[in-house]
C-alpha cells in the first residue's frame, strides 16, 4: 500500500486529481481512530491528512470556530475550554471500543464526517446541526467550498449536512467551520434506583417531559452500573436511571430537587455533583460500560424510544445480551454473544419499521459478510448512488466503506 500524506489543500487536490485520472482508489485517513468503523477497506493506497492540522481561526463572541479537517480534537476542545465554551453535540472518544484505536486520537473532520453526538444529542442536535462549512476536494479532483460562518447561510443545497455521516466517500474535507457555545456554570446527575428498563423509560421520558430542562437520560442495568469508576454508582450496585441537569448553579439546585420530588414513586434518588457527575457522562458518551466486552459484537441502535423494552426483550431471548439505553431511550447500546451472524438478522427484524442499527465492533470479516449499516430501501439506496456519483464519479473515495458497490 502507497501513502499520500499532503502537506496543503493544493497538494491534497492534486493526489485527489491523479487518483480521479488513474482510477485509483484512496482510503481517507484523519487521526486513525474510525478505520475500524464501517466496512474493512480494502485498497492500494491511503490519503493521510495528518499534517492538514491546526486551528485556523476561533471568534469566541461569534460563537464560531475553523479548523483544519485533521486537527486533534482534544486541540479544539482545549481552546474552548479556555474560553469556557464547548462543542455542544459532545463528541464520543472511541478509542477503547474500535480495534487499532487509541483514546484521544479522533479529529474534528473524522467526528463530523461520522456525524458522531454524545448523550447531549436529543438537547442540542446532532454533530451536523453544528457544522457551519468546509472546504473540500471532490472524487472528481475538484477544490470546492460550502456554508459559511454564520448559522442561516443556506440558499441552495446544504452540502455541510450531506457530507456530515457521509464517511469521506464523498469528498476530502480539508477544514471545517463549526458552532460553539458557552458551557454551563455548573452541571449535576440525579440519580434513579432500582429500575428495571420499562420503569426505566417512564422516569426518562416523565423527567423529559417536565420543564426542567434535562440534558442527559440514560439507563445502565445493574450489570453494567457496577462497572463505572464513579463510586456512588458502582457501589450502590443496583440499576440506575441518570438524568443531567445544566445550568446557572440556584438553577440547577432547584431543578434536580424538584426532578427527585417529581420522580419519586420511581425508586430511590441520589445526586451527583462536579467530577463524578462529568465522569459518568464522559463514560456514557464513550459507551464506556460496554468498552471491556471485547469478545462481544457490539451495536449501536437508533429508535423510538417507547420501543426500547420490547426489542430488548426480544433479541434477549435468542442472545445473550448486554445492553445500555441513553438518549432517553432513544438510543440502545447493545453487545451480543453467541451469533454466527453478530444478531444482524435478529436485531434488524426487531426494529423493522422503528429505527436502524449500527454494527459497531466486529471482526473484519463479520462486517465483509454483513451489513454495517442499515440497508436501505431501493429508492433511497438509488439516490445514494446518484449522490456518490455526482461527487465521486470513479468511486475513489473510501469506495465500500459503507455499501457494498458504492
Partial sequence: MSEFIPAD??????????????????????GGSKRALGRPPQLPHSLALARLSGILSYEPNELVLTARAATPLALIE?????????LAFEPPDWGRL????????????????CNLSGPRRFKAGAARDHF?????????????????????????????????????????????????????????????????????????????STPHEVSGAAFLPVELARGSSVSTVAQARRSIVALRVEGPGPSVGYRCAALRRELAGSG?????????????WRELRDA?????????????????????????????????LRYFLDWGGGLLWLA?????????????????????????????AL????????????????????????????????????????
Avoid: C
Avoid at 489543500?9 to 484523519?30: H, T, Y
Avoid at 437508533?302 to 426489542?311: E, G, H, M, V
Fill in 9 to 30: 489543500a493544493e497538494e491534497l487536490r492534486r493526489v485527489v486529481a491523479w487518483a480521479a485520472g488513474d482510477r485509483e482508489p484512496l482510503e481517507v485517513i484523519g
Fill in 78 to 86: 482545549a481552546a474552548l475550554a479556555e474560553r469556557d465554551q464547548m
Fill in 98 to 113: 474500535l480495534e487499532g484505536a487509541a483514546p484521544g486520537a479522533q479529529t474534528i473532520g473524522g467526528v463530523l464526517a
Fill in 132 to 208: 457551519l462549512g468546509f472546504a473540500a476536494v471532490s472524487g472528481r479532483g475538484e477544490a470546492f467550498k460550502a456554508g459559511g460562518k454564520v448559522v442561516k447561510n443556506v440558499t441552495g443545497y446544504d452540502l455541510s449536512k450531506l457530507m456530515a455521516g457521509a464517511f469521506g466517500t464523498l469528498a476530502v474535507m480539508s477544514e471545517v467551520t463549526v458552532k460553539v457555545l458557552p458551557r454551563p456554570e455548573e452541571t449535576r446527575t440525579v440519580l434513579v434506583f432500582d429500575t428495571d428498563v420499562e420503569r426505566a423509560l417512564a422516569a426518562m421520558t416523565g423527567a423529559l
Fill in 268 to 280: 430511590p434518588s441520589d445526586e451527583l455533583r462536579g467530577q463524578e457527575s462529568s465522569v459518568l
Fill in 288 to 320: 464506556g460500560p460496554l468498552a471491556a466486552e471485547h469478545r462481544r459484537v457490539l451495536w449501536r441502535l437508533s429508535l423510538a424510544p417507547t420501543s426500547a423494552p420490547a426489542i430488548v426483550r426480544r433479541i434477549a431471548e435468542s442472545y445473550d
Fill in 336 to 364: 451480543v454473544a453467541g451469533a454466527q451472524d453478530g444478531g444482524a438478522v435478529a436485531i434488524r427484524a426487531a426494529i423493522a419499521g422503528s429505527g436502524h442499527a449500527t454494527l459497531l465492533r466486529a471482526p473484519a
Fill in 367 to 406: 462486517r465483509l459478510a454483513v451489513p454495517v449499516f442499515e440497508p436501505e430501501p431501493p429508492a433511497l439506496a438509488a439516490l445514494t448512488r446518484r449522490v456518490k456519483e455526482s461527487f465521486d464519479p470513479h468511486g475513489i473515495l473510501n469506495p465500500g466503506r459503507m455499501y457494498r458497490g458504492i
